[in-house]
């Protein structure tokens, strides 16, 4: 039998005809989150979330009692809402329910509180700073801020740790941004949620004045939002701002500009926000700050922190991922991880030793390990003497992740370097993520478990500050200089 040319044309019509019905019928049908939910779509919710982090979560799967936490609460919020509640209220007590299974680096959204606390917080010592937008006191006489809506600053404290993991709940920048979310502390605690919140402030001494603000109804927010801009770019106050660093490129014209900043007697770099997977900026900053830092000595030879010749390469992190039936083996390529097997003998070597220093090792439920290699260029030869490099400072944060948080963790250890800021939170990984179906809530999950190649767990393990100090938003070079010389 044949077709003309007319007929194979209807053909073609008539298929693409069926499939816009197709999708025409799945739009129709998608319906966006429900508002408010029925006991029996709650229930359905967790179940759901339960499922997924016992299937993905590596974090559950190393530490068993904290899923067991995070199971029994759970539990209780089945028990404590059988006539149901709002779509908000369940993710305020799902980012708790989380909270328990302590991992650092989940997230949540949206986060919708009703209404925000209308100022900035900062503060010194065990004491509060009540500030405006611009930093200022909103109050000059009475600058610390003593209680919220009646009840002790303490309270509320302690309230906003309840919605962050244990190992991170004395961290004062992950308390304010649950502090801010007034209307959520106000449901944890059990007060009114009202249009005006009743501010205390005190000199710390005699004087105490109370401040009512009215308070306006806010957009959700994303639980830990991160702030992914694609700029390297060295701004007018003297610090050289790095937030893609897979934008980085070892022969551009803004490496050639950071070669000519390094040589200054103070070269300072903006981490907070890094993200990316690139190890270019890594392998760059190592040649001149850390190419004398032995990290291999245990091996039994002496090569120099990821830096043996330019063609070769050297093992300096290992990976695995949760096991799961949907998760392909190349589950890792795109952070440039390689599977065992296909690594060359020297850096199955270095895996194999790298492996062997890990503790709490369950290998059923992971997959095989993966290595992450490094290419470092050796210093040239060169007759005559070169300049050395200035003091290197580093400001992390805890935004700063995968390969910021590597550059973190190295330069930990590097000579004529400073890192000031904030603890990262060892943000390193993969996360698998899961939108509920009902409330169209959004979950991710670590998947993975990162170490070093001496062992050291990275995956949910910040890197302390040589100097600890909350910095704001826009800092300055002579704040920075004047920081280090403390």
Known sequence: MKFGHQTIINGFGLIMLISCIQLTIIAIKSEPPKQQLSYSEVRHELQTLRQHVTQFSAVAAQNPAQFDAFSRQLELIDTQHRNGMSTKILASQIAKALAYLDDASATISPISSRFTLPINLRTIDSDWLALDEQGNPIDTDAAFLTHIDGLPISRWVTASQQFLPPSLRERTSLQIQWLKRLSVLRAEIGIEDKPQVRLTLSDKGELTTQVILSLTPETPMILQARREQDNFENSPLGIINVNNLNAFEPNSPLANNLRRAILSPITILDLRYGYGDSDNLLSFLNHYYGYQYKAYQPYG?????????????SIYAVARYKRHANIRADYLQSMHYTPYDQLSNQAQLELQQATNLVTNRDDKLFSQWHGKRLAIAPAPAMILPQPTPGKLVLIIGPQCKHACQWIAHFAKGWPNTVLIGEATLGNVDKHQGIKL????????????????????????????PDIEQPLEETVYWKGIAELIQM
């Open 301 to 313: 030879h002496q090569t120099d922190l990821l830096s043996p010749d330019w063609q070769t390469s």
């Open 437 to 464: 179906p009902v409330s169209g809530i959004n979950v991710r999950v670590t998947s993975t478990q990162v170490f070093d190649a001496m062992g050291q767990q990275l995956s949910g393990v910040g890197t302390q």
